[in-house]
């Protein structure tokens, strides 16, 4: 398969494919509404992979427009310029893409990234944002989410075991996280007549297990 056909492949099986261009683009954007973010104050909390660091509240401001700052926030808490080690990003992502097609004819067709492009990719930090809880009329909207290194594995960054233990206490058991891992909250809003969202408080003592988001 050629390049684009690869492409066009992972895109009709709801796989979302980004180039260095486009992440730069959307990453330079993003960075530029969360400099000038004038919103209401929030809180959200921290958790650093060290199991020795005590886990610590942050705060920021939310933008005025609607969405979650906190990916472009972070980014640049996961930016690393330590080039990529080959063997382990092959292992890595070769495992996934088998794994995503159970094996068959067509992912052998596929070739998994190089090093080198992830490095692109990621360069300046990469944030993803994994969802813990979603937002339900039952819970006033609010979603939580932990928002972690997208490629803290492939940089072969410690485990989390605290964020772990966080995901595995909502049913997310086997979840590997990588590094240092943040936990923030968005609630779901009605301006204008659009639906939005925007980061509202998340503190640290609602890591217990037993807080009422957890249930």
């Known amino acids: 398969m050629s390049e684009d056909e690869r492409v066009q492949y992972?895109?009709?099986?709801?796989?979302?494919?980004?180039f260095p261009g486009d992440r730069a683009k959307a990453r330079d954007k993003a960075a530029s509404a969360s400099a000038s973010a004038s919103g209401p104050p929030f809180s959200f909390v921290y958790i650093p992979s060290e199991a020795t660091t005590p886990v610590a509240e942050m705060t920021a401001r939310s933008s005025e427009e609607y969405g979650d700052t906190l990916p472009s926030l972070l980014a640049p808490a996961f930016a690393d310029?330590?080039?990529?080690?080959?063997?382990?990003?092959?292992?890595?992502t070769t495992s996934r893409l088998q794994n995503m097609f159970m094996g068959g004819a067509d992912a052998q067709q596929l070739k998994a990234p190089s090093a080198g492009a992830i490095q692109k990719l990621a360069a300046g930090g990469a944030c993803e944002a994994y969802p813990l809880c979603?937002?339900?009329?039952?819970?006033?909207?609010?979603?939580?989410?932990?928002?972690?290194?997208?490629?803290?594995a492939l940089r072969g960054r410690p485990r989390n075991q605290r964020a772990?233990?966080?995901?595995?206490?909502?049913?997310?058991?086997?979840?590997?996280?990588?590094?240092?891992?943040?936990?923030?909250?968005?609630?779901?809003?009605?301006?204008?007549?659009?639906?939005?969202?925007?980061?509202?408080?998340f503190k640290v003592a609602e890591l217990d297990h037993s807080a009422s988001w957890v249930s």
Not at 10 to 17: A, C, K, M, P, W
Not at 81 to 91: F, G, H, K, L, Y
Not at 189 to 195: C, F, K, N, T, Y
Request: proline residues 1%; glycine residues 14%; aromatic residues 2%.
């Open 10 to 18: 992972l895109r009709d099986r709801g796989v979302e494919v980004e």
């Open 164 to 201: 772990e233990d966080l995901a595995t206490s909502i049913g997310l058991g086997g979840l590997s996280i990588h590094g240092d891992a943040f936990v923030g909250r968005c609630e779901r809003q009605l301006g204008d007549g659009v639906v939005g969202e925007r980061n509202v408080d």
């Open 134 to 152: 979603q937002p339900t009329e039952a819970n006033g909207h609010r979603a939580v989410r932990l928002y972690i290194d997208e490629v803290g």
């Open 81 to 92: 310029d330590a080039e990529m080690d080959e063997t382990r990003v092959a292992r890595e």
